[in-house]
């Protein structure tokens, strides 16, 4: 499968506890994003990285939020201090290779509780 | 901002019957236009897409047409089925990354 590959799929936490996903790109594709999607709403975006340059964060993404993308790669996220507000199903997405689509991995649902 | 405004559900059809969801947007450029799907327990899936004015996305039976004019993608199925069954979103792209619309659940009956 050269899908996106997005780790774990589940994930519960207490909150003020720290989690980190990680996000495996279609090897080709230079564009990594990362979205957030809460119950009976599209996803939204928070971040976006060309190669391993993050080119932008959205709002959503408060200090207790940080993402990487060593060596343009994978790309983890993390959440420090969970709230419970933080629960939602997160997303990687990642383009390139001359389409302007982006191709979404299964997401990691968090809860916390 | 980039928006999009889409037809709230849940709609619920029968077998055969046609399907039409709309879709309007509010971009201050030209933005390329998209449907993705969730079938249950699925990830998002690229259902169709349209990068510019009049050009006609199609896929598996499913059509949207870009609307300029009318800043719309309305997505249509004539005959659908049950495996139809499935929230669908419509989203635009500036450059990169996309804007959503809230989504649209499907249940088509046998």
């Known amino acids: 499968d050269t899908g996106v590959s997005q780790n774990p799929r589940h994930k519960i936490t207490k909150r003020g506890q720290n989690v980190t996903f990680r996000c495996d790109p279609i090897s080709e594709h230079n564009r990594l994003y990362w979205y957030r999607q809460t119950l009976g709403q599209g996803p939204e975006f928070l971040t976006y990285?060309?190669?391993?340059?993050?080119?932008?964060k959205s709002r959503l993404l408060s200090d207790r939020f940080s993402a990487e993308r060593p060596k343009g790669s994978f790309s983890t996220l993390e959440i420090q201090r969970t709230e419970q507000g933080d629960s939602a199903m997160y997303l990687c997405?990642?383009?390139?290779?001359?389409?302007?689509?982006?191709?979404f991995g299964q997401g990691t649902r968090l809860t916390v509780v | 901002g980039d928006s999009v405004t889409q037809m709230e559900g849940p709609v619920t059809l029968s077998e055969e019957a046609f399907l039409t969801i709309n879709c309007t947007y509010t971009?201050?450029?030209?933005?390329?236009l998209f449907w993705y799907v969730q079938y249950p327990g699925e990830g998002l899936q690229l259902l169709l897409k349209a990068t510019k004015a009049d050009d006609k996305g199609s896929n598996k039976g499913f059509e949207a047409t870009y609307r300029k004019e009318t800043t719309s993608f309305h997505l249509e199925k004539g005959s659908v089925q049950v495996s139809d069954s499935a929230v669908y979103f419509c989203?635009?792209?500036?450059?990169?990354?996309?804007?959503f619309g809230a989504g649209t659940t499907v249940t088509v009956r046998a």
């Open positions: 997405a990642s383009s390139g290779g001359g389409y302007t689509e982006a191709f």
């Open positions: 971009a201050t450029g030209y933005p390329s």
């Open positions: 989203a635009l792209s500036d450059q990169y990354k996309l804007s």
């Open positions: 990285f060309q190669n391993e340059a993050q080119l932008e």
